[in-house]
């Protein structure tokens, strides 16, 4: 008989160094690469392994993210599936989640419920395929309490990560550290460390023993990264899985072990240009793993106008359906549903979330575009830097971001 696996996808951080686009969202909920939602991307991993039995735990701002998940993750009731938004109720006393160990602490009732043999924790805010299968499959036959997800990255960048030290077997996590600046190098890759990839496998046993324990630590932040886990590691019960050794179905050399954290602005545009290339560093279009998401009865795109110089193209650019290229140019960028850019204008590099106008020769370079911002003919975005910071925001790397139906001075 198969073993019965419970899904928990963690989704109740406030994702503050995504402001402004977490004013009137939880993180989890941002839309990503024109179509997607990103708790779509862990979703979709899942559905797409089989595992249709899953609870998204949910805390800020949470509205945008449980309508989406409502509305497009339905399973078939028939053979008991699920995929549901669950938020913080409360049920150990009157206070929210008090860290993601303290949700799923709070949460028992679920596990209860499905008695499962092993328990997937999965963070919600990741860009990513994998198939989770091979991971389960890992963790069973280790016999491990937990089995975390490691990507390899170069030993220098360890102070960025959580990182996770290996025994010289290679599996048994000695010790796992949040980015030391004096990280040793892998058994088998001296330069390079494994950082955690927030995904966790655990023996439903060992979850709830070591959540219990948590609880009742009142020094501890109640984390599984920075909490459960190292207890576990502790115990010598804490596996390694290798990202490296996972095989995803229509994967391409170039996108094979694609995996980014979108916590910044920048990181986020820059996962979004990661899109765009003739051979995607992150490949959307592979038909044998899809992404999963809603699919509202917009036309497609539509490209008009070819007179002189009003001519409506896009290059190197995604373009969604319902938007409208009417004489301009859009390059290098990506372009949600129901946009309009009108004639003469220019567009470079910009991701233009869904009802975003841009005005006539207006200019917008570098830039994110929340849900319906208008940018008005004749402005210019991302040409003049410091007269941007002076209205909106503008990351470290030169990013313009306006926040959803934030104003656009002409």
């Given at each position: 008989?198969?073993?019965?696996?419970?899904?928990?996808?963690?989704?109740?951080?406030?994702?503050?160094?995504?402001?402004?686009?977490?004013?009137?969202?939880?993180?989890?909920?941002?839309?990503?690469?024109?179509?997607?939602?990103?708790?779509?991307?862990?979703?979709?991993?899942?559905?797409?392994?089989?595992?249709?039995?899953?609870?998204?735990?949910?805390?800020y701002?949470?509205?945008?993210?449980?309508?989406?998940?409502?509305?497009?993750?339905?399973?078939?009731?028939?053979?008991?599936?699920?995929?549901?938004?669950?938020?913080?109720?409360?049920?150990?006393?009157?206070?929210?989640?008090?860290?993601?160990?303290?949700?799923?602490?709070?949460?028992?009732?679920?596990?209860?419920?499905?008695?499962?043999?092993?328990?997937?924790?999965?963070?919600?805010?990741?860009?990513?395929?994998?198939?989770?299968?091979?991971?389960?499959?890992?963790?069973?036959?280790?016999?491990?309490?937990?089995?975390?997800?490691?990507?390899?990255?170069?030993?220098?960048?360890?102070?960025?990560?959580?990182?996770?030290?290996?025994?010289?077997?290679?599996?048994?996590?000695?010790?796992?550290?949040?980015?030391?600046?004096?990280?040793?190098?892998?058994?088998?890759?001296?330069?390079?460390?494994?950082?955690?990839?927030?995904?966790?496998?655990?023996?439903?046993?060992?979850?709830?023993e070591?959540?219990?324990?948590?609880?009742?630590?009142?020094?501890?932040?109640?984390?599984?990264?920075?909490?459960?886990?190292?207890?576990?590691?502790?115990?010598?019960?804490?596996?390694?899985?290798?990202?490296?050794d996972?095989?995803?179905?229509?994967?391409?050399?170039?996108?094979?072990?694609?995996?980014?954290?979108?916590?910044?602005?920048?990181?986020?545009?820059?996962?979004?240009?990661?899109?765009?290339?003739?051979?995607?560093?992150?490949?959307?279009?592979?038909?044998?793993?899809?992404?999963?998401?809603?699919q509202p009865?917009?036309?497609?795109?539509?490209?008009?106008?070819?007179?002189?110089?009003?001519?409506?193209?896009?290059?190197?650019?995604?373009?969604?359906?319902g938007?409208?290229?009417?004489?301009?140019?859009?390059?290098n960028?990506?372009?949600?549903?129901?946009?309009?850019?009108?004639?003469?204008?220019?567009?470079?590099?910009?991701?233009?979330?869904?009802?975003?106008?841009?005005?006539?020769?207006?200019?917008?370079?570098?830039?994110?575009?929340?849900?319906n911002?208008?940018?008005?003919?004749?402005?210019?975005?991302?040409?003049?830097?410091?007269?941007?910071?002076?209205?909106?925001?503008?990351?470290?790397?030169?990013?313009?971001?306006?926040?959803?139906?934030?104003?656009?001075?002409?």
């Open positions: 008989m198969a073993a019965k696996v419970l899904a928990i996808v963690l989704a109740g951080g406030e994702g503050k160094r995504l402001m402004p686009l977490t004013t009137d969202r939880a993180k989890p909920a941002v839309p990503f690469g024109g179509m997607y939602r990103m708790v779509d991307f862990v979703l979709s991993n899942l559905a797409n392994a089989g595992f249709l039995k899953i609870v998204v735990l949910t805390q701002k949470s509205h945008s993210l449980d309508r989406h998940i409502t509305k497009t993750w339905r399973m078939s009731t028939l053979l008991g599936n699920y995929v549901t938004p669950v938020p913080a109720q409360q049920r150990r006393g009157p206070w929210w989640f008090a860290g993601s160990a303290d949700a799923i602490y709070q949460s028992f009732n679920l596990i209860n419920d499905e008695q499962p043999d092993y328990v997937i924790v999965f963070g919600a805010d990741h860009i990513y395929r994998m198939d989770p299968r091979q991971m389960v499959d890992d963790h069973i036959a280790s016999g491990a309490g937990v089995t975390v997800a490691g990507i390899r990255q170069p030993l220098p960048t360890a102070d960025q990560f959580g990182v996770i030290e290996v025994g010289e077997d290679g599996k048994r996590i000695r010790a796992f550290r949040e980015k030391p600046t004096d990280a040793v190098g892998l058994p088998d890759a001296p330069d390079e460390i494994y950082a955690s990839m927030g995904n966790y496998v655990f023996t439903t046993k060992a979850l709830c070591a959540v219990e324990r948590d609880a009742a630590d009142k020094t501890s932040k109640h984390d599984m990264g920075g909490s459960i886990i190292p207890m576990l590691v502790e115990r010598g019960e804490a596996n390694v899985y290798d990202f490296k996972n095989e995803v179905p229509g994967s391409t050399d170039r996108d094979r072990g694609y995996w980014r954290d979108v916590g910044t602005l920048d990181s986020f545009y820059d996962a979004h240009m990661d899109l765009i290339n003739v051979h995607p560093v992150f490949n959307l279009y592979n038909f044998d793993w899809p992404i999963y998401t809603e009865p917009y036309p497609p795109a539509k490209f008009v106008h070819a007179w002189g110089e009003r001519v409506g193209r896009a290059v190197s650019s995604m373009v969604s359906p938007s409208v290229i009417s004489g301009s140019l859009v390059e960028s990506i372009v949600a549903p129901k946009v309009k850019v009108h004639s003469w204008a220019h567009v470079d590099g910009a991701v233009l979330m869904e009802g975003v106008q841009i005005g006539r020769h207006a200019v917008v370079r570098r830039a994110i575009l929340d849900k911002v208008h940018v008005p003919e004749g402005a210019e975005i991302g040409v003049d830097l410091e007269k941007d910071r002076q209205r909106y925001t503008v990351s470290d790397n030169g990013i313009v971001v306006i926040g959803k139906g934030q104003r656009v001075e002409p």
